[in-house]
């Protein structure tokens, strides 16, 4: 967890975890268990793969959507957030 601490960051209300890999996301959501934390969102959108034919792979972010299961909200950047507009019914907030 010690790792991931430079990654979060204090928005408004709201306490976010940016994750870039399914092992980053299972170690919050094991630390989250344990102890009582203040993070609200996590921020999965480094798990999206370009593809060579302008596409996206969204199947990492799918994994992490159903990891997290509603314990967290969740939220991709902008940069990313056209490119998985037609994804966005997997649970994500674009």
Do not use: W
């Not at 593809?51 to 990891?67: I, Y």
Request: aromatic share 10%; with cysteine.
């Amino acid at each position: 967890m010690h790792a991931l601490l430079n990654l979060v960051s204090l928005d408004f209300f709201f306490l976010k975890v940016d994750t870039r890999t399914l092992e980053e996301l299972d170690e919050v959501l094991r630390y989250t268990s344990q102890t009582k934390s203040s993070f609200t969102r996590v921020m999965p959108d480094k798990m999206v793969v370009p593809l060579p034919n302008g596409d996206v792979d969204v199947s990492m972010l799918k994994d992490a959507v159903e990891m997290i299961n509603g314990r967290f909200e969740t939220e991709v950047a902008l940069t990313i957030s056209y490119a998985l507009f037609p994804y966005s019914i997997c649970g994500i907030l674009v």
